[in-house]
């Protein structure tokens, strides 16, 4: 027979259960703390050190579209994505957007401001529902003093970066925007499963966003984008913008060199 209720005691509630998410002031969700050896760039800490370090990080699920942080924003964390996927975007004071990349499960931003204590450099809003680990700077900065194997991975995608931005760079100087289109979409594609000489853009981008990433406007990258699927180039389907003529793309890259 069940005891009756003592009367006079209130009940004594157990501790929260850490897989509940409760919602923060700024309309994320919170997520639970993961182990931080889950982060690619951490796959080389001991189980002691990610446990240490990951006490200082916190775990948030953002919504489609959402932003994350704004440009010259003075907070200096550093933010992984676990799930889901953002875009980089500087706005300029003239009302113009610069795409510079969109960035995975698995890649991290915000370390040059961990690095220098700078405000940020530009924009990062979500593309689809996300969950990111939010570390502080202090922290960060620590592991790369304890852990030379993150600090290698550090430096090696910072060299990658200044040469892919010093490319672009010498794309925006130099060549016609059509030119450059040409190279976004090269560097955008993927082999295609179905024909091995193609290549394909797959999420299709929309044509704001090629011309917000090349620097032009979108009724440019419309008549180059009809231009090259009339001399059969490319074609446009459902699922990606599919280059037929690899090697026709790259052509014309080299021509736009010549001629610079």
């Known amino acids: 027979m069940a005891r009756p209720p003592v009367c006079g005691k209130m009940a004594v509630k157990g501790p929260p259960d850490p897989a509940h998410q409760t919602r923060s002031a700024s309309g994320t969700r919170q997520a639970p703390m993961q182990d931080l050896t889950e982060i690619?760039?951490?796959?080389?800490?001991?189980?002691?050190?990610?446990?240490?370090?990951?006490?200082?990080?916190?775990?948030?699920?953002?919504?489609?579209?959402?932003?994350?942080?704004?440009?010259?924003?003075?907070?200096t964390d550093v933010r992984f994505i676990v799930t889901g996927s953002v875009r980089i975007i500087i706005r300029m004071a003239v009302g113009k957007e610069v795409i510079l990349s969109e960035m995975n499960e698995g890649s991290y931003f915000g370390e040059i401001s961990a690095i220098d204590n700078s405000p940020r450099s530009a924009n990062v809003t979500t593309l689809t529902r996300?969950?990111?680990?939010?570390?502080?700077?202090?922290?960060?900065?620590?592991?790369?003093?304890?852990?030379?194997?993150?600090?290698?991975?550090?430096?090696?995608?910072?060299?990658?970066?200044?040469?892919?931005?010093?490319?672009?760079?010498?794309?925006?100087?130099?060549?016609?925007?059509?030119?450059?289109?040409?190279?976004?979409?090269?560097?955008?594609?993927?082999?295609?499963?179905?024909n091995a000489t193609h290549r394909i853009v797959s999420p299709p981008?929309?044509?704001?966003?090629?011309?917000?990433?090349?620097?032009?406007?979108?009724?440019?990258?419309?008549?180059?984008?009809?231009?090259?699927?009339r001399q059969g180039h490319i074609q446009k389907a459902r699922g990606g913008i599919i280059i037929l003529n690899v090697g026709e793309l790259q052509h014309r890259i080299s021509e736009g060199w010549e001629g610079a």
């Open 205 to 229: 981008p929309t044509q704001r966003e090629l011309a917000e990433r090349i620097g032009t406007r979108r009724e440019v990258v419309s008549r180059e984008l009809n231009s090259l699927e």
């Open 40 to 75: 690619p760039l951490f796959k080389s800490m001991t189980k002691e050190q990610a446990a240490r370090y990951g006490r200082s990080c916190s775990w948030r699920d953002y919504g489609e579209h959402e932003l994350v942080i704004d440009i010259e924003d003075e907070s």
């Open 130 to 194: 996300s969950r990111i680990c939010t570390m502080p700077a202090s922290t960060f900065r620590a592991i790369l003093r304890e852990v030379p194997e993150v600090a290698m991975e550090i430096l090696t995608l910072m060299a990658n970066r200044i040469r892919s931005l010093n490319m672009r760079l010498a794309e925006h100087s130099f060549l016609q925007a059509k030119h450059r289109l040409y190279s976004e979409l090269l560097r955008l594609s993927k082999p295609r499963a179905a």
